[in-house]
Protein backbone atom coordinates (compact mmCIF):
# COMPACT_ATOMS: atom_id res chain seq x y z
CA UNK A 1 0.00 0.00 0.00
CA UNK A 2 1.45 3.48 -0.23
CA UNK A 3 1.89 5.90 1.78
CA UNK A 4 -1.43 8.32 0.46
CA UNK A 5 -3.55 4.81 0.37
CA UNK A 6 -2.51 4.13 4.49
CA UNK A 7 -3.54 7.90 5.37
CA UNK A 8 -7.09 7.73 3.33
CA UNK A 9 -8.31 4.51 5.05
CA UNK A 10 -6.82 5.95 8.51
CA UNK A 11 -8.99 8.93 7.20
CA UNK A 12 -11.90 6.91 6.97
CA UNK A 13 -11.50 5.21 10.11
CA UNK A 14 -11.17 8.42 12.00
CA UNK A 15 -14.18 9.61 10.82
CA UNK A 16 -16.34 6.56 11.21
CA UNK A 17 -15.52 6.53 14.82
CA UNK A 18 -16.18 10.17 14.86
CA UNK A 19 -20.13 9.59 13.48
CA UNK A 20 -20.35 6.77 16.21
CA UNK A 21 -19.19 9.17 18.69
CA UNK A 22 -21.76 11.66 17.98
CA UNK A 23 -24.44 9.06 17.49
CA UNK A 24 -23.68 7.73 20.87
CA UNK A 25 -23.82 10.80 22.65
CA UNK A 26 -26.93 11.99 20.81
CA UNK A 27 -28.45 8.54 22.14
CA UNK A 28 -27.50 9.43 25.75
CA UNK A 29 -29.41 12.83 24.98
CA UNK A 30 -32.47 10.70 23.70
CA UNK A 31 -32.53 8.49 27.16
CA UNK A 32 -32.03 11.20 29.47
CA UNK A 33 -34.92 13.35 27.86
CA UNK A 34 -37.13 10.51 27.76
CA UNK A 35 -36.36 9.82 31.29
CA UNK A 36 -37.07 13.12 32.02
CA UNK A 37 -40.59 13.15 29.92
CA UNK A 38 -41.94 9.84 31.56
CA UNK A 39 -41.56 11.40 34.61
CA UNK A 40 -43.66 14.84 33.34
CA UNK A 41 -45.82 12.37 31.61
CA UNK A 42 -46.52 10.33 35.53
CA UNK A 43 -46.88 13.85 37.35
CA UNK A 44 -49.23 14.75 34.74
CA UNK A 45 -50.93 11.55 34.93
CA UNK A 46 -51.00 11.23 31.20
CA UNK A 47 -50.28 7.82 28.93
CA UNK A 48 -48.22 8.10 26.30
CA UNK A 49 -45.14 6.31 24.77
CA UNK A 50 -41.54 7.94 23.85
CA UNK A 51 -40.20 7.29 20.73
CA UNK A 52 -36.21 8.21 20.20
CA UNK A 53 -34.44 8.37 17.12
CA UNK A 54 -31.77 10.50 15.61
CA UNK A 55 -31.52 12.53 12.30
CA UNK A 56 -28.64 14.15 11.09
CA UNK A 57 -27.05 15.85 14.27
CA UNK A 58 -29.92 15.38 16.28
CA UNK A 59 -31.90 13.47 18.76
CA UNK A 60 -35.70 13.16 18.37
CA UNK A 61 -37.66 12.47 20.77
CA UNK A 62 -41.33 11.94 20.65
CA UNK A 63 -44.45 11.68 22.44
CA UNK A 64 -46.69 9.39 21.12
CA UNK A 65 -50.18 7.59 22.18
CA UNK A 66 -51.57 4.19 21.46
CA UNK A 67 -55.22 5.32 21.17
CA UNK A 68 -56.29 8.94 22.29
CA UNK A 69 -54.35 11.85 21.39
CA UNK A 70 -56.23 14.25 22.69
CA UNK A 71 -54.89 14.41 26.25
CA UNK A 72 -51.78 14.39 24.48
CA UNK A 73 -52.60 17.64 22.60
CA UNK A 74 -52.94 19.94 25.83
CA UNK A 75 -48.97 19.50 25.88
CA UNK A 76 -48.95 20.84 22.56
CA UNK A 77 -50.86 24.09 23.52
CA UNK A 78 -52.21 26.79 20.66
CA UNK A 79 -49.74 27.08 18.06
CA UNK A 80 -47.40 24.52 19.83
CA UNK A 81 -46.01 27.20 22.31
CA UNK A 82 -46.64 24.26 25.14
CA UNK A 83 -44.65 22.03 22.87
CA UNK A 84 -41.87 24.64 22.66
CA UNK A 85 -41.69 24.93 26.37
CA UNK A 86 -41.46 21.63 26.81
CA UNK A 87 -38.97 21.41 24.21
CA UNK A 88 -36.22 23.84 26.11
CA UNK A 89 -37.13 22.42 29.81
CA UNK A 90 -36.11 18.90 28.01
CA UNK A 91 -33.07 20.37 26.85
CA UNK A 92 -32.26 22.32 29.97
CA UNK A 93 -32.72 18.47 31.67
CA UNK A 94 -29.97 17.52 29.00
CA UNK A 95 -28.08 19.81 29.74
CA UNK A 96 -28.22 19.39 33.39
CA UNK A 97 -26.98 15.97 32.85
CA UNK A 98 -23.93 16.10 30.32
CA UNK A 99 -23.30 19.77 30.35
CA UNK A 100 -23.24 20.65 26.99
CA UNK A 101 -25.91 22.19 24.76
CA UNK A 102 -28.15 20.26 23.06
CA UNK A 103 -30.25 20.58 19.67
CA UNK A 104 -32.52 17.72 20.25
CA UNK A 105 -36.01 18.06 18.95
CA UNK A 106 -39.29 16.67 21.05
CA UNK A 107 -42.55 16.23 19.06
CA UNK A 108 -45.75 15.47 20.60
CA UNK A 109 -48.86 13.57 19.42
CA UNK A 110 -47.31 14.07 15.47
CA UNK A 111 -47.18 17.91 15.58
CA UNK A 112 -43.75 18.77 14.53
CA UNK A 113 -44.47 16.01 11.50
CA UNK A 114 -47.49 17.68 10.23
CA UNK A 115 -46.09 20.98 11.07
CA UNK A 116 -42.84 20.03 9.10
CA UNK A 117 -45.14 18.98 5.84
CA UNK A 118 -47.73 22.41 6.00
CA UNK A 119 -44.44 24.60 6.09
CA UNK A 120 -42.47 22.20 3.33
CA UNK A 121 -45.49 22.88 1.07
CA UNK A 122 -45.63 26.49 1.80
CA UNK A 123 -42.01 26.76 1.01
CA UNK A 124 -42.55 25.37 -2.47
CA UNK A 125 -45.53 27.51 -3.17
CA UNK A 126 -43.18 30.47 -2.04
CA UNK A 127 -40.39 29.36 -4.16
CA UNK A 128 -42.77 29.09 -7.40
CA UNK A 129 -44.11 32.54 -6.51
CA UNK A 130 -40.96 34.23 -6.58
CA UNK A 131 -40.53 32.21 -9.57
CA UNK A 132 -42.90 33.17 -11.95
CA UNK A 133 -43.65 36.41 -10.49
CA UNK A 134 -39.52 37.32 -10.49
CA UNK A 135 -40.25 39.18 -7.30
CA UNK A 136 -39.34 38.43 -3.88
CA UNK A 137 -42.15 36.32 -1.63
CA UNK A 138 -42.08 37.42 2.87
CA UNK A 139 -43.82 35.17 4.36
CA UNK A 140 -45.24 35.67 7.99
CA UNK A 141 -43.06 35.45 11.03
CA UNK A 142 -42.11 32.12 12.25
CA UNK A 143 -40.10 30.33 14.64
CA UNK A 144 -36.70 29.22 14.01
CA UNK A 145 -37.77 26.02 13.50
CA UNK A 146 -40.52 26.91 10.73
CA UNK A 147 -37.73 28.95 9.13
CA UNK A 148 -35.55 25.81 8.94
CA UNK A 149 -38.34 24.03 7.13
CA UNK A 150 -39.26 26.48 4.81
CA UNK A 151 -35.45 27.69 3.93
CA UNK A 152 -34.94 23.77 3.32
CA UNK A 153 -38.00 23.45 0.87
CA UNK A 154 -36.86 26.64 -0.83
CA UNK A 155 -33.57 25.18 -1.44
CA UNK A 156 -34.97 22.17 -3.04
CA UNK A 157 -36.70 24.20 -5.27
CA UNK A 158 -33.92 25.66 -6.26
CA UNK A 159 -33.85 28.94 -5.34
CA UNK A 160 -32.18 31.09 -2.19
CA UNK A 161 -33.99 32.64 0.63
CA UNK A 162 -33.18 34.05 3.97
CA UNK A 163 -34.56 35.17 7.12
CA UNK A 164 -35.05 39.26 8.42
CA UNK A 165 -36.27 40.93 11.08
CA UNK A 166 -35.91 40.22 14.82
CA UNK A 167 -37.56 37.44 17.31
CA UNK A 168 -40.38 37.07 17.38
CA UNK A 169 -40.98 38.78 13.94
CA UNK A 170 -38.76 37.03 12.26
CA UNK A 171 -39.51 36.05 8.57
CA UNK A 172 -38.49 34.13 5.48
CA UNK A 173 -37.66 36.00 2.42
CA UNK A 174 -37.68 34.03 -0.55
CA UNK A 175 -35.49 35.26 -3.69
CA UNK A 176 -36.20 35.28 -7.16
CA UNK A 177 -33.56 32.88 -9.61
Known amino acids: MTEGTTSAVEAEDVASTDESVIITRLEQEGDIAADYLEGLLDIADLDGDID ?13 SDG ?25 AVHRE ?9 DIAGFRARKREELAALGAKAAEQA ?16 RKVVHDAVAA ?12 QRCVVVLPA
Do not use: W
Not at 131 to 146: A, D, I, N, Y
Open 68 to 92: NDRALQRLVGQDGEVLEALQELTRL
Open 98 to 106: TGERSRLML
Open 157 to 168: AGLRSESEGEEP
Open 131 to 146: KSSGEQVKLRPMTPFE
Open 52 to 64: MDVEGDRALVSIV
